[in-house]
């Protein structure tokens, strides 16, 4: 079992920036990605950013360039920098981990941008 915990939600203004952190827990040697997700109210939860055991990442084509993904494994954390955020961004973010077998969600964080 893996937990998952985000931090660093809230509300900014248009063009503004915030991390978000997930600091995950427990087994956590079977992962071979994690990443974040986003859903906005009345759409589906999509990609947002993940970064592989490997190092190599993959992003949205709507946040290329604004967001930056990165993992710090001596403290079993992953990280979203997100940049120039815009009011399209407006989401609950989840983290979320992966094993072989497994996916793993956290509860999610909420971002607000206003405009």
């Known amino acids: 079992q893996v937990q998952l915990v985000e931090s660093g939600g809230g509300l900014v203004q248009a063009g503004g920036s915030l991390r978000l952190s997930c600091a995950a827990s427990?087994?956590?040697?079977?992962?071979?990605?994690m990443g974040w997700y986003r859903q906005a109210p009345g759409k589906q939860r999509e990609l947002v950013a993940t970064i592989y055991s490997s190092g190599s990442t993959n992003y949205a084509d709507s946040v290329k360039g604004r967001f930056t993904v990165s993992r710090d494994d001596a403290k079993n954390t992953v990280f979203l920098q997100m940049n120039s955020l815009k009011p399209e961004d407006t989401a609950v973010y989840y983290c979320?981990?992966?094993?072989?077998?497994?996916?793993?969600w956290g509860q999610g964080t909420q971002v607000t941008v206003s405009s």
């Open positions: 427990g087994s956590i040697f079977s992962l071979n990605v």
């Open positions: 979320n981990a992966q094993s072989i077998l497994y996916i793993y």
